[in-house]
């Protein structure tokens, strides 16, 4: 079945740059995604990318792609303290999405 | 534009109990997902529901079901609740497949 892993814990330096990474099973899923969740809120989808692609870049947030390896990584430019959360990866098996158990950053001012 | 609204934001219950759930997607989404979060489980696929029918459907039991109405609104329901159901409950809301899924805040429900 499907499968998404993420390492649990991230702390950076504010300003520094932050890489959450991520590798998934699937190799049909079509699309990838990161998801943003602080503390008593929902999910914010923060950003997608679709399978055939290798790169994504919205402002300070750059998506990668490998998908020989399956590994997607997320990368926070100047990481801010708003910045802490936890951060979801999740894959689309065409009916749901399947999520990886979370990465805490953690910004130290 | 408003974003996915779930009613209640809590919920305190009683074993045995029965609860309903709520959650309005965007306007002009057709599609409504159902998620369970939990610190042991993590984030679980409970069902999905476009045009009022349940399109796919996760591994829980049959105390967990939903209905989705002819504006799009759903509804889940847990019937004969155990501790193990307090979670908070999440809907997502997409246009027509779950390709772009957007979250609302969630509900907390604490079963006691």
């Known amino acids: 079945g499907e499968d998404v892993e993420q390492s649990l814990f991230l702390s950076v330096r504010e300003g520094d740059s932050s890489v959450i990474n991520c590798t998934y099973t699937?190799?049909?899923?079509?699309?990838l995604y990161w998801y943003k969740q602080e503390p008593g809120a929902g999910l914010q989808l923060l950003t997608y990318?679709?399978?055939?692609?290798d790169m994504k870049q919205d402002q300070r947030l750059t998506v990668l792609l490998n998908k020989k390896d399956k590994h997607l990584s997320l990368r926070i430019a100047d990481t801010q303290t708003g910045d802490s959360a936890i951060y979801f990866c999740?894959?689309?098996?065409?009916?749901?999405?399947?999520f990886g158990a979370g990465t805490i950053l953690r910004v130290k001012s | 534009k408003a974003g996915v609204t779930q009613t209640p934001r809590y919920l305190i219950k009683t074993r045995g109990q029965q609860v309903t759930l709520s959650c309005s997607p965007i306007?002009?989404?057709?599609?409504v997902s159902w998620y369970q979060q939990t610190p042991g489980q993590g984030l679980q696929f409970l069902f999905e529901?476009?045009?009022?029918?349940?399109?796919n459907k996760g591994n829980f039991p049959g105390r967990f079901s939903g209905r989705q109405f002819s504006n799009s609104r759903s509804e889940m329901n847990v019937s004969t609740l155990e501790l193990g159901d307090s979670a908070l409950y999440l809907c997502?809301?997409?246009?027509?497949?779950?390709?772009?899924?957007?979250f609302g805040q969630g509900t907390r429900l604490t079963v006691v």
């Open positions: 529901y476009f045009s009022e029918t349940q399109r």
């Open positions: 999740a894959e689309n098996d065409g009916n749901k999405l399947v």
């Open positions: 306007s002009g989404h057709r599609s």
């Open positions: 990318i679709f399978s055939n692609m």
């Open positions: 997502a809301s997409s246009l027509y497949r779950v390709t772009e899924a957007f």
């Open positions: 699937d190799s049909s899923s079509t699309y």
